[in-house]
């Protein structure tokens, strides 16, 4: 069964979750300890997050791990104005931010500014270590995280909806790009503040929803 298993992941799960429960299956199968099936994944999702997740089984695919990882990504995002969230998501604490409403116009010009190469600050609630330790773990315990600004790139903004508060938008995006960040910043750019309420992946690479599974039917 060793391969590649295109994944259609549902909230609440974590990415670990889904790599947990096809090696625990995997090794049922073969009637061997979970330990020595190799499952790997390209693109953590957060729990919150829904969509594509792409499942890496055995050693030779497995040591692809960080061939895979450098892959554009491709995300359908909701935003909600108004708000701030210590997480830069609907998981976070909200803090109140302007009552601000924004026109159609501005949310253009303000979502192409974001277009090309810059510089973005990973969000204190992400997986990245310091130290050794899990920034959120830090977060977590109210100790001070501010992570290094790292180069990105945003290839575009398309499919753009909005009606206040909720502002929705296609990003296809380079890898290491952080969209929780990407979003408040845009809310920092609007001078409304803005969380992530939704967020859903639909492709990495080549790689495609549409030919992903819900995990119940594997």
Not at 11 to 31: C, L, M, N, P
Not at 52 to 75: Q, S
Not at 166 to 178: E, N
Not at 181 to 209: C, E, P, V
């Amino acid at each position: 069964m060793d391969g590649i298993i295109l994944i259609d992941k549902d909230k609440g799960w974590t990415s670990f979750d889904v790599v947990s429960y096809i090696r625990s299956q995997i090794a049922t199968e073969r009637k061997v300890k979970p330990k020595s099936i190799k499952v790997g994944h390209i693109g953590t999702l957060d729990p919150m997050a829904t969509g594509l997740l792409v499942i890496l089984i055995g050693r030779e695919n497995t040591k692809r791990v960080p061939e895979f990882m450098k892959l554009d990504k491709v995300y359908d995002v909701e935003l909600t104005l108004g708000f701030e969230t210590d997480s830069f998501d609907i998981e976070g604490n909200k803090i109140f931010c302007s009552d601000r409403i924004p026109d159609r116009l501005e949310i253009k010009r303000v979502l192409t500014n974001f277009v090309g190469l810059s510089s973005q600050r990973p969000p204190s609630f992400s997986a990245l270590k310091i130290n050794g330790q899990r920034a959120y773990k830090l977060a977590r315990k109210g100790i001070a995280v501010e992570l290094k600004e790292r180069p990105i790139n945003i290839y575009s903004i398309t499919h753009i909806k909005y009606n206040y508060p909720l502002l929705s938008f296609r990003a296809r995006v380079s890898s290491g790009t952080y969209i929780r960040s990407l979003g408040h910043d845009i809310g920092q750019s609007l001078q409304t503040g803005a969380y992530l309420s939704s967020l859903r992946r639909i492709k990495i690479g080549d790689f495609n929803i549409k030919d992903a599974q819900r995990i119940q039917k594997l």
